[in-house]
T-cell receptor, first 113, second 118 residues
Framework: DAKTTQPNSMESNEEEPVHLPCNHSTISGTDYIHWYRQLPSQGPEYVIHGLTSNVNNRMASLAIAEDRKSSTLILHRATLRDAAVYYCIPLRGSSGSARQLTFGSGTQLTVLP | GAVVSQHPSWVICKSGTSVKIECRSLDFQATTMFWYRQFPKQSLMLMATSNEGSKATYEQGVEKDKFLINHASLTLSTLTVTSAHPEDSSFYIC??????????????FGAGTRLSVL
């Protein structure tokens, strides 16, 4: 599995954008980059995933470097409810694959009012 | 998004008893379900992977006779912690992956079960 490096913690002010970085220099060509987040005392929640192109959904945007060795999760306007641990996880994307999500230590995001 | 229901959300039991945790995918069929365990201030650790109708695959160090997993249908998996001891106290989280469709590679998670063994 590809190794990932994320900052242990980050802080953001409410209603400001947040850029959460992730390095995955050993990612393989078929690995999608998945982002999940875990709010306190809850199970993880899917945020977004992508392969090469930048991706947007209602929760966030994902910017993927051209060499795919890093990516950045962008929360456009942080709210207090976005305070969570954010996990960046490379995952093989072939259909029918039995590969599972392997969680690292993630980034603890604190949102300040 | 897809919904995974996990029950109970918390349970307290005496040492030596068994506890069953249920995980249901409510609006999709799940070919594969996963069980994770999370200790305080640590990340999630995968315990086992189960495919509907077949035996679960356990991660190294996880006792299959202690953590019994049954995945009898495409919408239900259960984890039974047999003869629970205080060291089994943890946050158990199930996850399900859709059998088909564009969300096939997304794992949906239950809310977790906090187990306390006295």
């Amino acid at each position: 599995d590809a190794k990932t490096t994320q900052p242990n913690s980050m802080e953001s002010n409410e209603e400001e954008p947040v850029h959460l970085p992730c390095n995955h220099s050993t990612i393989s060509g078929t690995d999608y980059i998945h982002w999940y987040r875990q709010l306190p005392s809850q199970g993880p929640e899917y945020v977004i995933h992508g392969l090469t192109s930048n991706v947007n959904n209602r929760m966030a945007s994902l910017a993927i470097a051209e060499d795919r060795k890093s990516s950045t999760l962008i929360l456009h306007r942080a709210t207090l409810r976005d305070a969570a641990v954010y996990y960046c996880i490379p995952l093989r994307g072939s259909s029918g694959s039995a590969r599972q999500l392997t969680f690292g230590s993630g980034t603890q995001l604190t949102v300040l009012p | 998004g897809a919904v995974v229901s996990q029950h109970p959300s918390w349970v307290i039991c005496k040492s030596g008893t068994s506890v069953k945790i249920e995980c249901r995918s409510l609006d999709f069929q799940a070919t594969t379900m996963f069980w994770y365990r999370q200790f305080p201030k640590q990340s999630l650790m995968l315990m086992a992977t189960s495919n509907e109708g077949s035996k679960a695959t356990y991660e190294q160090g996880v006792e299959k006779d202690k953590f019994l997993i049954n995945h009898a249908s495409l919408t239900l998996s259960t984890l039974t912690v047999t003869s629970a001891h205080p060291e089994d106290s943890s946050f158990y989280i199930c996850s399900a992956r859709a059998a088909s469709g564009r969300a096939q590679n997304i794992q949906y998670f239950g809310a977790g079960t906090r187990l306390s063994v006295l």
